[in-house]
C-alpha cells in the first residue's frame, strides 16, 4: 500500500518539501488557493505528491485527496501548473457521493511541479523567518504565466525572485499585502493591475514556526515535548546544570540547550515569539528563569506549580514588573481541563500555550461569535504601480 | 541504559501491569497514598517497578523516581510492603538539592510486591467497570496486615476478597467511602474501627477510562484518535458503509466498528461515559448519528463542522429534543485554541472532551479560583461496624 501520511504537522509537510528538493524528485505541490464556504482547511494548506501516489499533508478531510493523486499525475507528467476548482457543497445528488458530500465549500486547489522555485519558502521556514510566497494564477494578457513565482521577505520589505535578485519587473503594490499576509501568516488572492492588464497573484504568508521553549528536565516534560511538535512549535528543551541524555529523553524536541539560569538570556533567543514553559520543579531555578523571559518581554511564560508556590514570587515580581509584563506569565500553568496524568497536564499546557499564540481566549467554539476562521482582510486590488 | 517509561498514559500502566502479572514477575507496585501540599501528582498515581529497574508510570515530575528503585528493590527483596514518607517542601537545604527542592509537598507512598491480589483490579479496568481497590496501611493491633486487599465493586455494592469472595471479615463501614470513591475516580486514606483497633485503610477508585468515540474515517480523524488515547480514553473509531483498513488506518484506536448510521443504537454501547465526536463529513450520516447519540444521552456529543452547517439540522432537533439533552451538542466542535492543522483541531477536540468529561469549564488555569485539584471529600471515619 501507497504511504499517505496526509495528516500531519505542517512542520513536516515543509521538511518533506525540503527532502524532495534535495532528493531532486519529481513531485507535485498542491496547495489551496481559495475557499468559498466553510471547508476543513483554509488557503495556503498544502500537500505534496510524490510519483508513486504518496504523499504528505491534506488539504480536506479526504474528500479530494484521491481526486488530486489524479490531477498531480498529469500535472507531473505535462510540467505545468493546473488550477482546478472541486465544489463540495451540500448537495443531494447521489452521483457525487463519492466524492464526499458533506465536504463543504467550494475549493480552488493549485497544482504545480515543485521546483527549485520553492526553495527560498522552506529555508526561511527553517531558519525561523516569515516569508510571503507570490506565485501567479492568472498572468492575463501580460508577461507573467500561471506558476510564476515572487517572495517577500519582511526584513527587506521587497519582492525578490527565487534566486534573490530584485523583482523589478513585478508589481510593487503586491510588496504591502505581501507584508501584511506573511506577518499574520495568512493566506490570500490579489489582483493587481500590471501595465494595463490584470493579473491575479496568490500570496501564501508562510509563518515560520513559533518556538516552545521548556525549561526543565523532568519526566513531565516529555509529554509537552510530543504534543508541541505535532502542534508545530519548534520546540527546545533547556536543562540546566550539565543535564544529560536530553537528545535521548526527549526525541520530539527539535533542539536541546544545556545552559544556567544566569546565562538563559545569552544563551537562547527570546523574542516574540518564544512560548516557554517552566517546569524545573526548583524553586530558585524556577524564579530566575521567569525573570529572565520576562525582561526579554516573551508573550507567554508557563510556569508550573500550584498558586501559593507562585504567591511567594510574586512579592518579589511585583516590585520589578508592571501589570502589563505579568499578563504574560500563567500560572498554574495550562488551561483547566481537569486531567492529572503526565499527557493530561501536558495536553493543557500545549493548548493553552496554542490559544495564546493565536491571540484567542479559550472557550468551547460553541459559545464563540462569529466564524471560527478569521477571514483574511487585505486590500484585494493593489494599487496599480 | 534501562528503560523507565515514566511519563505514560495511565492506561498503559494499567496494561502493563496485566502484562506483568500475566508473566509472574517480581515486579514492585508503588502507589501515593497521600499528600500533604501541593505535589504533581495525586494519591492513586502509580508506577510499576521490575527487577532491572526499569518501569512505567510516574509519582512525581522526577524528584523521587531514582529513590523508588532503591527502595522497591529492597520491598521485591523482603517480598513485604513498605511505606515511604518523602517531604519534598521548599527547603533552602542545599543537601536535599539531589532529591529535587522544588518538588513540593509531603507525599507518602506504598510500594508493594505486585501479586494476584490485584488482579481484579486490571481486570475490572479493562472490562470497562469502576473498582475500589482497598489496601491496609495499617493494621494496628488487629488481625489485618499492611497490604492486605479487598474490592469494592459497585455493582455489587459489597466488598470482596481478591477471590470474588464475601470479605466478611473487613468492616462493612468501609463500602460507604469506597463507593463514593469509586464513582469518582478519587483516592483517600480512611480509619476505621475495627473489634476496638483503628486500622488505616487506602481506597483507590480505580475509574475505568471513559470512551471517545469518533464517527468518521476521513484523514482528520487519526490525530483525534492518537490524541485521545495519550489522554486515557478508551478509542472506538466509527465507520459506515464498509469502510476498510480501519485498523491500519487508526492505529491509536482501541476498537474498530463498522456499522451504519440506523445501527449505532445495536452495535455501539453508548452510555454516560460515551464522548462523542462526530466528523463524518457526510450530512445525513452526521445528522443520523447525532439523535442517536442524543437518544442515548450521551454526556458530549461533538459535531464538526461550520456553525451554518448545524443551522440546517438545528431545525430537525429543536422539534425533536429538549434545551437540556441539546446542552451535550457541542458544535462547532473543540475549543477555541485558533490552529487550523489536522493536529491543531484534534487537541482542540480532545482538550473539549477532556474539560467536559472532568466537568471542568475551559479557561486558564490562572483564572479559576481554588485549587487546582479537586479535594477528596469522604466521611474519613467511617462508622464501626
Request: hydrophobic residues 35%.
Amino acid at each position: 500500500m501507497t504511504q499517505r501520511n496526509w495528516s500531519v504537522p505542517e512542520t513536516e509537510v515543509v521538511q518533506r518539501i525540503r527532502d524532495r528538493l534535495d532528493a531532486g524528485g519529481t513531485d507535485v505541490l498542491a496547495t489551496i488557493v481559495d475557499v468559498d464556504g466553510n471547508a476543513y482547511r483554509r488557503p495556503g494548506a498544502k500537500m505534496l505528491l510524490d510519483e508513486g501516489g504518496a504523499g504528505v499533508g491534506s488539504i480536506t478531510a479526504g474528500c479530494l485527496e484521491d481526486e488530486l493523486v489524479k490531477v498531480g499525475a498529469r500535472v507531473r507528467e505535462r510540467g505545468r501548473p493546473e488550477l482546478v476548482t472541486y465544489d463540495l457543497m451540500e448537495d443531494d445528488d447521489e452521483d457525487v457521493w463519492g466524492l464526499g458530500v458533506g465536504c463543504n465549500g467550494v475549493i480552488e486547489v493549485l497544482l504545480e511541479p515543485l521546483s527549485e522555485t520553492y526553495r527560498p519558502a522552506v529555508e526561511a521556514f527553517s531558519e525561523g523567518r516569515d516569508v510571503g510566497v507570490l506565485t501567479v494564477l492568472d498572468g492575463g494578457d501580460s508577461a507573467f504565466e500561471q506558476g510564476d513565482r515572487a517572495y517577500y521577505h519582511p526584513e527587506r520589505d521587497a519582492l525578490r525572485t527565487p534566486d534573490g535578485d530584485d523583482a523589478a519587473d513585478w508589481p510593487a503594490g503586491l510588496a504591502g499585502p505581501a507584508g501584511e499576509l506573511a506577518a499574520d501568516g495568512k493566506a490570500d488572492t490579489v489582483t493587481v493591475d500590471h501595465d494595463g492588464t490584470e493579473i491575479e497573484v496568490f500570496i501564501d504568508g508562510l509563518a515560520a514556526p513559533a518556538d516552545l521553549v521548556v525549561f526543565g528536565t523532568g519526566h513531565d516534560v516529555g509529554p509537552v515535548t510530543e504534543f508541541a511538535a505535532k502542534n508545530d512549535f519548534r520546540v527546545t528543551v533547556v536543562g540546566f546544570r550539565g543535564a544529560v541524555d536530553l537528545d535521548e529523553r526527549f526525541p520530539a524536541a527539535d533542539r536541546i540547550v544545556t545552559t544556567s539560569p544566569a546565562t538563559v538570556p545569552d544563551d537562547l533567543d527570546l523574542d516574540d515569539r518564544t512560548y516557554a514553559v517552566v517546569m524545573t520543579h526548583n524553586f530558585v531555578d524556577d524564579q530566575l528563569t521567569v525573570e529572565s523571559l520576562l525582561d526579554a518581554g516573551v508573550p507567554y511564560v508557563g510556569l508550573m506549580g500550584p498558586r501559593e508556590r507562585f504567591e511567594e514570587m510574586r512579592e518579589a515580581f511585583d516590585e520589578t514588573y508592571t501589570e502589563s509584563q505579568l499578563a504574560s506569565l500563567y500560572t498554574p500553568v495550562g488551561l483547566d481541563l481537569g486531567g492529572g496524568s503526565p499527557y493530561q497536564i501536558a495536553h493543557s499546557i500545549v493548548g493553552e500555550a496554542l490559544a495564546v499564540s493565536n491571540g484567542r481566549e479559550p472557550r468551547h467554539l460553541k459559545e464563540r461569535e462569529g466564524p471560527i476562521h478569521e477571514r483574511v482582510d487585505v486590500e484585494s486590488d493593489a494599487p496599480a504601480q
